[in-house]
């Protein structure tokens, strides 16, 4: 069985997150024990945490595929030998999930508490996040304060980190993208963009594409640099009257289903490109639902294990 096979199996049935809207087609403690012979046994017996930390999305049906995914390919390859536990670092969406649906969901505060009142010794904390930028920061600084409170700890790497990872992640997309790059499409992914350094991740990002020889793929941002207007000038001079959006992020969510997709709204990406004259597909499909993506990320829980 491939590991795609043996992915999608271990996950249950994936959706392919394609809607349509119209005029425009839309291609997750112990307690003390009375001897101190019986409290030796369980702190024996639990096991070691990869804490995997999210933002988090709202969007149940996106959260499943992408969040989850990444979750279930790290909780496949270690399984065993560790307990995979999920927090989010948006507060707003934690709240919201409680509110609007009862989902109790830990921040990563609650979830680093939890692991020490179970007596967890070591863990791991590897974030989504796709680049090393604020919200990778707060999580950081966030562990840092724990770090008398465990025997091990090991925080992971960001999606985009090495020069392979960019490779990989290029090659990833033209996979996933492949049935809509018939050479008279531009692919054009839109990213979130920080006020951050990391925010020239995606001048990289953009630059790996060309060098890869994909000069088809496009990268712009929501809110930083390059714009939707920037990606418009760059597929239009390159000749393209074709274009496929696609989020650049682990969750197809709010930005994905509003700043792009939202043809209703003059200020999202999918009007802009409509009245700039293109025939627009969007693609309402996170990075998470990548296996390919999904082992980049169990690559690096490796990483952050081997550094314990």
């Known amino acids: 069985m491939s590991d795609q096979m043996s992915r999608r199996s271990f996950m249950g049935a994936a959706a392919t997150g394609a809607v349509a809207l119209a005029g425009i087609t839309l291609a997750g403690c112990s307690s003390t ?24 999305t709202s969007y149940n049906d996106s959260r499943h595929i ?27 969406i934690i709240d919201k999930l409680k509110k609007r649906d009862g989902i109790t969901i830990d921040n990563m505060t609650e979830a680093l508490d939890r692991c020490v009142e179970d007596g967890v010794k070591e863990i791991v904390v590897q974030p989504t996040h796709l680049m090393a930028g604020l919200e990778y920061a707060d999580v950081k600084d966030e562990l840092d304060k724990y770090a008398d409170k465990f025997d091990k700890i090991s925080l992971g790497d960001p999606l985009l980190t090495s020069d392979d990872d960019y490779k990989k992640v290029a090659a990833a997309i033209k996979e996933n993208m492949a049935s809509f790059d018939d050479g008279e499409t531009a692919l054009c992914l839109m990213g979130h963009g920080t006020e951050a350094d990391s925010n020239a991740d995606y001048a990289k990002m953009q630059e790996v594409f060309k060098n890869e020889g994909l000069t088809q793929f496009f990268v712009g941002t929501v809110e930083a640099e ?17 274009a496929v959006l696609a989020p650049f992020m682990v969750v197809a969510g709010d930005h994905a289903n509003n700043d792009m997709a939202d043809e209703t709204d003059p200020d999202s990406w ?13 693609l309402l499909q ?23």
């Open 33 to 56: 024990s009375a001897s101190s012979e019986k409290s030796s046994e369980k702190e024996k017996a639990v096991k070691p945490v990869i804490l995997v930390t999210s933002f988090g």
């Open 66 to 92: 992408t969040i989850g995914a990444i979750e279930d390919a790290i909780r496949e390859k270690y399984w065993q030998d560790y307990d995979i536990r999920r927090a989010f670092t948006a507060q707003i």
């Open 226 to 242: 390059p714009t939707c207007e920037d990606v418009i000038a760059a597929a239009s001079a390159a000749g393209y009257k074709k």
């Open 270 to 282: 999918a009007a802009k490109f409509v009245a700039a004259g293109f025939e627009v597909t969007c």
């Open 286 to 308: 996170g990075l998470g639902q990548n296996v390919a993506v999904d082992d980049i990320y169990v690559s690096h829980v490796d990483d952050a294990i081997a550094k314990l």
